[in-house]
């Protein structure tokens, strides 16, 4: 939502400033500068990046739009599952398999909807105890892997919004692209009048500021947005190797949780008492 009334205030105030100062609407709609720089921009988009990197960026940019953010219910409900998957496995390890395996299944992981729904945090948690299950290995070593592991689904992600900023930043030149092609129908108008040349060339330097307003008061931004819902979606990711750590080095269900919760955000971290009060209460209901 925020996003949608950034973009607001950048249309009002540009557009608003224009009008205040006697300009005529009008004279911004130019819908053949639109066609040639959003046309463009497209191409290239479609030129730079593989069809799932665009699929993924259209994906990211709905996320961006919704506001979609992780929240201290959100997290609060990942601790749980992991207080119940870590308690399951000190009783019988052998006993989690079933639930690693498949754990869309799983009656412990139906518990937790939020989780299952993200499949990054889902496959990772999934995985890491399939190679604690089958052939435990040090809590350093399987740190290391689960840090690799981070560092590939990071990269991956990153791909969407660098994409977005160099679609962006070529916005100016476009824009001049559509200016330049003003200018050359211009220059067969010079015998029809001053009024048509003025009106030609207006309408050719529309193209540049529209260029340069979707570079600068959109894609940028949009970009940058992206990488930060990264970042807060990625920490999701620190804060489950922060409990598996905790498991691996046989640490008690609730410590294990406490390392994780510690790795939360301060902003939306639940606290000691109510990630306790909670745990107790999953505890009592199995």
């Not at 009334?5 to 009008?26: D, K, T």
């Not at 201290?72 to 496995?89: G, V």
């Amino acid at each position: 939502m925020l996003v949608i009334v950034g973009a607001l205030i950048v249309i009002g105030s540009v557009l608003g400033g224009f009008v205040w100062h006697g300009g005529q609407m009008a004279v911004l709609i130019q819908v053949e500068e639109f066609v040639i720089i959003g046309g463009a921009g497209i191409g290239s988009l479609i030129i730079m990046a593989p069809m799932p990197v665009i699929k993924d960026m259209v994906h990211q940019v709905v996320g961006v739009i919704k506001g979609k953010e992780v929240s201290k219910a959100e997290y609060l409900e990942l601790l749980l599952l992991l207080y119940e998957i870590i308690r399951t496995a000190k009783g019988n390890p052998l006993s989690l398999e079933s639930h690693v395996e498949k754990p869309e299944s799983s009656e412990i992981f139906k518990k937790y909807p939020s989780v299952v729904a993200n499949h990054h945090a889902l496959e990772f948690i999934c995985d890491t105890l399939k190679v604690q299950i089958s052939s435990p290995v040090s809590p350093y070593d399987l740190e290391d892997l689960m840090d690799k592991d981070i560092e590939t689904v990071h990269t991956n992600e990153l791909r969407a919004p660098a994409i977005v900023n160099k679609v962006g930043d070529s916005m100016p030149g476009l824009g001049i692209v559509a200016a330049v092609l003003g200018v050359v129908i211009t220059m067969g108008k010079l015998t029809e009048g001053k009024e048509v040349i003025g009106h030609s060339v207006a309408a050719a330097l529309v193209g540049t500021f529209i260029g340069i307003l979707i570079s600068y008061g959109f894609m940028g931004p949009l970009a940058a947005k992206m990488e930060a819902n990264l970042g807060d979606h990625g920490q999701v990711l620190h804060v489950i190797k922060a409990g598996l750590i905790g498991f691996a080095k046989d640490c008690s269900p609730k410590v294990c949780v406490e390392f994780a919760r510690r790795s939360i955000p301060q902003h939306i971290r639940p606290t000691f008492e109510e990630v306790d009060k909670a745990t107790s209460g999953a505890k009592a209901a199995a």
